[in-house]
């Protein structure tokens, strides 16, 4: 079992910043990949930034320049800096990893998501 534990959103004017966080715990064997996807009300869920173990990292278009994802390995932990916010930047924040099992096998969790309202 895996434990995915998110953190950082809030209310913020636009044009202001915020950071989400996402830790991981639990029967780990290794991670290949965490990444931050977002749904907004009446529209599907989206990619907003992976990276990898190796640390390469993939962006939306829309928040290319403005948003930076990282991680912290040895906490198992991915972070996405959100600057310069815009009112369509409105969401929940889902994280999500992937990885391996301390026993063997793959895993693929989402966490619960975390409300980022961008409104002045």
């Known amino acids: 079992q895996v434990q995915l534990v998110e953190s950082g959103g809030g209310l913020v004017q636009p044009g202001g910043s915020l950071r989400l966080s996402c830790a991981a715990s639990?029967?780990?064997?290794?991670?290949?990949?965490m990444g931050w996807y977002r749904q907004a009300p009446g529209k599907q869920r989206e990619l907003v930034a992976t990276?990898?173990?190796?640390?390469?990292?993939n962006y939306a278009d829309s928040v290319k320049g403005r948003f930076t994802i990282s991680r912290d390995n040895a906490k198992n932990t991915v972070y996405l800096q959100m600057s310069s916010l815009k009112p369509e930047d409105t969401a929940v924040y889902y994280c999500n990893t992937r990885g391996y099992y301390a026993a063997g096998g793959m895993f693929d969790y989402w966490g619960q998501g975390t409300q980022v309202t961008v409104s002045s």
């Open positions: 990276i990898a173990s190796g640390a390469g990292t």
């Open positions: 639990g029967s780990i064997s290794s991670i290949y990949a």
